[in-house]
């Protein structure tokens, strides 16, 4: 169990910046999220798209006080030691307002990178518990089967209160058990219906009921709010597409209506029909969608369920323009 960090806050709402995003249109993105009262921005790193680190220190220099989350760098793609020095800094520099996600990264683009490691735990495991220490300040581990950086220690290092949280962005019971051995918590980089949540810190908790207690639950949610409810859920279906597909199923598996879900995809040609045609009550529990007071709700019943941190991911096509919807679904808002 890994020592606990800085007890995180409760109820907090964030905003995706979307990977396809135009550059010129990141740093108006950020400041308007703060500016509308998001709490943080999570920034993806996606193979062929931009680098999570890059973005993140840009996100930083150009907010005030948005916590900026990384979600999520793939722990075969960099040496811990570098990552531990790029992360301090940013802490260093922006104190208390960086989240690092640590994943494995998918397989397809793991093996086209030739950073594919036969023991994905075994990598991620090893990589987590390395960084998290040279991020203290303390000597690298002893050498393990993919990470060595024994006897490593960072000249400078973040004050202990801004050490930045390293949670997993990871699915299924072992790799969310060895979250819950190794790291600060769990990022959920997909629909997080509540039932998925409890499932997920019972898996952190090897099988237990549990709470998150001081570890980050952050949650994703593609996400669309309207006055209509019909307009929001169509409007918000296109980020449910990639539920349907083989990788997902780890995810699927724990919600009460997977089956349903199975058969639903097995009957549809494509992820675009699965979505367009997938029943409105699934849409509602899948997604955070409708009305501002219907997305309140949808809100609160993830951190109802454990989720420290909710994260809205716009689905329209203009994603800048949506924020200011999105904006009135957080719980502060009339």
């Known amino acids: ?103 494995h990264g998918m397989p397809d683009w793991m093996r086209q990178a030739g950073n594919r490691p036969a023991s994905p735990l075994t990598l991620i495991k090893e990589y987590t518990t390395a960084l998290r220490l040279l991020l203290r300040g303390e000597p690298g581990p002893a050498g393990g089967r993919y990470v060595r950086c024994e006897g490593v220690v960072l000249t400078e290092i973040p004050h202990p209160e801004a050490v930045p949280p390293v949670v997993l962005g990871v699915r299924g019971p072992r790799s969310q058990q060895v979250a819950g051995e190794v790291a600060d918590g769990l990022l959920l980089a997909e629909p997080a219906a509540p039932a998925y949540i409890t499932a997920s810190l019972q898996h952190m908790h090897g099988g237990a009921a549990s709470a998150a207690g001081d570890r980050e639950i952050v949650t994703y949610d593609a996400a669309a709010v309207d006055d209509d409810e019909e307009t929001a859920l169509t409007r918000v279906r296109p980020g449910l597409e990639p539920i349907g597909e083989p990788d997902w199923a780890a995810h699927i598996e724990p919600l009460p209506f997977a089956a349903e879900l199975r058969a639903h995809r097995a009957a549809c040609p494509d992820g675009r029909t699965f979505a367009r045609t997938m029943p409105a009550d699934r849409v509602r529990e899948l997604s955070i969608a409708g009305t501002p007071d219907q997305a309140r709700a949808a809100i609160a019943a993830r951190h109802a369920a454990g989720a420290t941190s909710v994260v809205l991911a716009p689905v329209d096509p203009d994603p800048l323009a949506s924020l200011g919807s999105l904006a009135r679904a957080l719980p502060h808002r009339p």
């Open 1 to 103: 169990m890994p020592e606990p960090h800085t007890r995180p806050a409760r109820g907090r709402v964030g905003v995706l910046l979307p990977r396809d995003l135009p550059a010129r249109d990141v740093v108006p993105y950020a400041r308007r999220a703060e500016e509308l009262g998001f709490e943080q921005i999570w920034v993806v790193e996606d193979l062929g798209w931009r680098g999570g680190i890059a973005q993140a220190a840009t996100v930083l220099a150009a907010t005030r006080h948005i916590t900026v989350g990384i979600g999520i760098l793939p722990a075969g793609a960099r040496n811990v030691c570098f990552t531990a020095m790029e992360l301090a800094t940013l802490a260093q520099l922006h104190p208390g307002r960086l989240i690092a996600g640590i994943g």
